[in-house]
């Protein structure tokens, strides 16, 4: 028999592949990565063995996604379109996880639940054909027979699959590093987001501001208020204290892979804070060059995560230079949370090249005035005919 490592999120599309690629012939076993999502893990086990999965692994990769992906693209400072890549940067990893499981058990062919008009898609079989392109890639959702979720609950139903599964009025993605809401009402995009569709933020529950001093060593965040931390811990603390402020929140229009527009909601407390806080350090201690092309690297960066290109050459050498980068941004940055507003209030490195005897305005400056008007003169020179 066929066999078919499957990521399997434990929702309607991937228990109904479950069952739907049994029914072709294909001995499916499921992969469910914990990437720092709330869920009950044992009942999502439980989903996939009465969809009918012959094995089920259940990979815990918090720790690799924090090391190997979410740290990456913070010292890139990688983003798309306002978005901190949370999901984005969620499949890469997944997708590697599949294929080390195929290899595992000498499966043929590799699965998504995915539609065909989303993003994952291309995630998934990108990372997939760089990863491994000799084994078949299988996408149930775009050749089933299927028009509508409640096509898909009848048969479901049909079959006696007892999935359990509550009827949700957005379609949600949860990890450790963001959470993406979209459907329902949402898609009015003229329309403002419904208090119920913003899952882990709250705007009304503190309204005193709070300080933070989060400290980097090479563009990593090392420390909380003076007490040294894994960068995962890190992320999980400031995911707690930044969501009562309803910092990280998006309601955004972004352009999808496919050439979609799409709404989208995002919820980022860490993300956030870390990226406010680690570009903070970088313009205190790069040179203007450097930050400026810093920037479109970041832009790159983040267009390249998005589309589903993390295993491509590019990606590779760009962190070659990101990493060449982080090694002075290293330092200790004083943030204040505020309802919906993370502020800088402090910024110190030992490499820093912000001079205050320059910089100042008041007595002891070291900046002679009459300088000024020769680098004007010469900075005029390619804009008027020279006297």
């Given at each position: 028999?066929?066999?078919?490592?499957?990521?399997?999120?434990?929702?309607?599309?991937?228990?109904?592949?479950?069952?739907?690629?049994?029914?072709?012939?294909?001995?499916?076993?499921?992969?469910?990565?914990?990437?720092?999502?709330?869920?009950?893990?044992?009942?999502?086990?439980?989903?996939?063995?009465?969809?009918?999965?012959?094995?089920?692994?259940?990979?815990?990769?918090?720790?690799?996604?924090?090391?190997?992906?979410?740290?990456?693209?913070?010292?890139?400072?990688?983003?798309?379109?306002?978005?901190?890549?949370?999901?984005?940067?969620?499949?890469?990893?997944?997708?590697?996880?599949?294929?080390?499981?195929?290899?595992?058990?000498?499966?043929?062919?590799?699965?998504?639940?995915?539609?065909?008009?989303?993003?994952?898609?291309?995630?998934?079989?990108?990372?997939?054909?760089?990863?491994?392109?000799?084994?078949?890639?299988?996408?149930?959702?775009?050749?089933?027979?299927?028009?509508?979720?409640?096509?898909?609950?009848?048969?479901?139903?049909?079959?006696?699959?007892?999935?359990?599964?509550?009827?949700?009025?957005?379609?949600?993605?949860?990890?450790?590093?963001?959470?993406?809401?979209?459907?329902?009402?949402?898609?009015?995009?003229?329309?403002?987001?419904?208090?119920?569709?913003?899952?882990?933020?709250?705007?009304?529950?503190?309204?005193?501001?709070?300080?933070?001093?989060?400290?980097?060593?090479?563009?990593?965040?090392?420390?909380?208020?003076?007490?040294?931390?894994?960068?995962?811990?890190?992320?999980?603390?400031?995911?707690?204290?930044?969501?009562?402020?309803?910092?990280?929140?998006?309601?955004?229009?972004?352009?999808?892979?496919?050439?979609?527009?799409?709404?989208?909601?995002?919820?980022?407390?860490?993300?956030?804070?870390?990226?406010?806080?680690?570009?903070?350090?970088?313009?205190?201690?790069?040179?203007?060059?450097?930050?400026?092309?810093?920037?479109?690297?970041?832009?790159?960066?983040?267009?390249?995560?998005?589309?589903?290109?993390?295993?491509?050459?590019?990606?590779?050498?760009?962190?070659?230079?990101?990493?060449?980068?982080?090694?002075?941004?290293?330092?200790?940055?004083?943030?204040?949370?505020?309802?919906?507003?993370?502020?800088?209030?402090?910024r110190k490195s030992r490499y820093s090249l912000y001079d205050?005897?320059?910089?100042?305005?008041?007595?002891?400056?070291?900046?002679?005035?009459?300088?000024?008007?020769?680098?004007?003169?010469?900075?005029?020179?390619?804009?008027?005919?020279?006297?």
């Amino acid at each position: 028999m066929k066999k078919v490592v499957l990521a399997y999120s434990g929702g309607l599309d991937t228990s109904v592949c479950v069952r739907w690629l049994t029914d072709k012939g294909y001995t499916v076993i499921a992969v469910i990565a914990d990437i720092g999502q709330k869920v009950d893990f044992a009942k999502l086990r439980e989903r996939a063995i009465s969809a009918g999965a012959k094995e089920i692994y259940v990979a815990d990769l918090k720790k690799r996604f924090v090391e190997e992906f979410i740290l990456p693209t913070l010292k890139a400072e990688g983003v798309y379109q306002g978005y901190y890549l949370a999901t984005a940067l969620s499949r890469p990893l997944i997708a590697q996880k599949v294929v080390e499981i195929a290899y595992r058990e000498k499966a043929e062919y590799l699965a998504h639940g995915c539609t065909g008009k989303g993003n994952d898609q291309v995630r998934f079989e990108l990372s997939w054909k760089l990863l491994s392109p000799q084994l078949k890639v299988i996408a149930p959702v775009r050749e089933w027979e299927f028009k509508s979720r409640d096509e898909e609950m009848e048969y479901a139903r049909e079959k006696g699959l007892d999935l359990n599964l509550e009827r949700l009025t957005y379609s949600i993605d949860e990890n450790l590093w963001g959470v993406s809401i979209e459907c329902g009402e949402l898609e009015d995009a003229g329309k403002k987001p419904p208090a119920d569709a913003w899952q882990i933020t709250h705007l009304e529950s503190r309204r005193d501001p709070v300080r933070l001093k989060i400290e980097f060593d090479q563009g990593i965040p090392v420390a909380l208020d003076e007490k040294r931390m894994e960068a995962g811990e890190i992320i999980v603390r400031l995911n707690e204290i930044g969501k009562e402020y309803a910092i990280g929140r998006k309601d955004l229009i972004e352009d999808r892979v496919v050439g979609i527009k799409s709404r989208e909601l995002y919820e980022a407390p860490s993300a956030e804070i870390l990226y406010i806080a680690h570009h903070s350090l970088e313009t205190l201690v790069f040179d203007k060059d450097t930050l400026d092309f810093k920037h479109l690297v970041s832009l790159k960066y983040g267009e390249l995560v998005y589309k589903g290109l993390w295993f491509s050459p590019l990606r590779g050498f760009l962190d070659r230079f990101v990493e060449a980068t982080q090694k002075k941004v290293s330092g200790e940055v004083e943030i204040e949370l505020h309802p919906q507003v993370c502020q800088v209030i402090g910024r110190k490195s030992r490499y820093s090249l912000y001079d205050r005897d320059l910089a100042t305005y008041g007595q002891g400056s070291k900046f002679e005035s009459r300088w000024a008007e020769g680098f004007i003169k010469i900075l005029s020179m390619g804009l008027r005919k020279i006297d």
